[in-house]
């Protein structure tokens, strides 16, 4: 072709315009603002994948016009690789344009189609290239190296120009007048900052790329001289024996991680190193579980529990101490023997003698929204019991496969209650109720897959759902024949708690789903297949943007960043913003479950949930750096051979300092907002 280094150097400007032409998709709208950080890994990352959907595309023209030419006999080799590259471009934009790519397209095509617009993709970039090599060697002679790339960049550079043209398009043509989505640094370091981990994170993903092909071509050349053969076995077989390898490598990796995940998640805080002294939580002395069977949430949840003096604090009326019960996932190895010992758990603190009772499935770390729990209490003068079966000690992403479990111990549990309050005086029945957050919402609401007929056998009054994420079984089922699932209309869905009261008075179990909350909306699938939420502009949700296109590979990784900023929360500021749903919870309780309260009341829960946040994250910060500080004094003495105690340092005064127990400290950072 007379170009420079044959075709790596055809492949590598090809992915360069392909990157180019692709980046500005990053920069449309997601479902939140985000930092230039953020902006930057995401073009960074995206920019990786142009480069190698052009690469990868290079090496299917190429193959396929040595076919052509061979089949030919004659002609040049540029001009019958940039009519096969011109070709493939075109058909493959046919192609994709043929066959429209929605959340109902089965995954099998969806991912051909992805596969399809990524070589069209490639395939039009090398069409630009090789055709603007052959325009400028008209005019001005050989195209050099250098003056190559920058024109593939220039090339790519114009191709994303039209693109956020047409954007802009349809954004006028949608009424959407702000459009912007990227919050700016504060100074020109911190832009540097996030240009250099962009570029990074590109850099370093094309680098790990290369080096799966060197290996694949390295393997590809022994498995040729091993076999004896004249022509080379084709790279597939390469490619094909480094995945064989890497995945379990892979899969070893991720395992790992999960075992060191679920002990992170099993320790002993320094905030929180004995167990609770009251009889009405679990670990206590009524309690027949250990503390140290509950994991991290657990304990954190069972000594966070308020007193009936809090509350009447707040309420201005009488209470009592309520109950909170935690089947903790080390107390038993399978979901049938912890459900019984939560049943018995139950029993034992007199959750019967109490008015309401509430099943809190919680999110795969084993964590229930500790305000969520304290808002139930102020609101029934402590007058409840709250139940929290644990099906896995791993942050949700890692949990995914674990919810089954959870469905099946939250169902065990329900029957197991409603039978108990069965064979009650009907007067003293208490209400069952249940709640579910995020991945704990899934299993709240799956305990119903296949109808909200299920919840009434079970003997629910009620539920609250706090952001259910889109792959929930029931919420799908629902979501797409309503009429079906729920014929007596009990299930409900709003996008803040203000909305509870106008729904219809048949609705008895609400879900609370933010317009902007990501994780909702997330799937795997938008990797390849088109999600529910970018269908027709017209049809799209609140929040979601109208002006977007959806893009496989790209709408996936904005939907990770978004994935990331909707969970940032900070302690005792609560907000309406991504999946963050402490804001709503005092008034999507009370209206939800029917409790009673006074406007001022409400005031004072809210205060209160917020102080009591901010209090006990500074606790946490202040006694996990003070056990830092004893750690490395004790390591420190240890070695120098010093007795603690000749300085001071007794074990009691360390165990002080651990805990963070420094009089007026905790109180002071309480009330300035420090992050846990």
Sequence with gaps: MGQPSGRRYLALRTGVAAAGGIASATFARGLLPRSTSDQAIATGIVSAYGIGAGT???????????????????GDPESTTLITAGVLALAGHVASRALPNTHATPLPIAATQALTWALSGGATAATLVIGGDRLLRRTIGQVGPVPGIALAAALGGTVSAVRVRRRDRRAALHGVADRRQIEMPTSAMSLAKSVGLGTAVGAGLVAGAGAEFLLAEG???????VLGRRDEVTPLVGH??????????????????????????????PAYPEPPTSPQVTAGPASRVPFDTIGKEGRRFVLMALTADEITQVMGEPAIDPIRAVAGYEVAPTP???????????????????????VAAPTGVGYVNYSFAEALEYLTRGDCAIVVPQYALVPSAL??????????MQTLILRGIRDRISHLPP?????????????GAQVA????????????????EGGLYLGTP????LWKRWFEDPERVDPKGILGSVAEAGDIPGLPRSVRHVQVIHDDDPITKFSYDAIVRRPWWLGPPQSRPPGVPREVAYRPVVTFVISLVDLKNGMATKPGEFVRRGHDYRIELCDAIRTAFRLPASPEQVDRIERALRDREREWAARRMVARRFASARNSVLGQLSKWGVDPATVGLDDASAARLARGDVSGLVSRLGSSGTSS
């Design 399 to 408: 949990a995914l496969h674990t919810t089954d479990a959870g469905v099946q």
């Design 56 to 74: 990868a595309a290079v090496s299917a023209i190429e193959a396929t016009s040595e076919v052509v030419a061979a089949w030919r006999g004659r």
């Design 336 to 358: 049938e023997e912890r459900a019984r010992i939560a049943l018995a758990e139950l029993e034992a603190l007199g959750a019967y003698e109490r008015s309401v009772i509430v």
């Design 240 to 269: 094909a024996a480094v995945a064989a390898t890497l995945l379990p490598i892979g899969a070893w990796g991720l395992n790992r991680m999960r075992m060191r995940l679920m002990h992170g998640d099993d320790m002993v805080e």
């Design 470 to 473: 889109f792959r929930t079984k």
């Design 219 to 225: 393997t590809t050349r022994v498995a040729t001289k």
């Design 445 to 460: 609401l799956d305990v119903a897959a296949d109808g909200t007929a299920t919840f009434d056998g079970l003997g629910l």
């Design 427 to 439: 007067g003293r029945r208490p209400r069952l109720l249940q709640f579910g957050e995020s991945l």
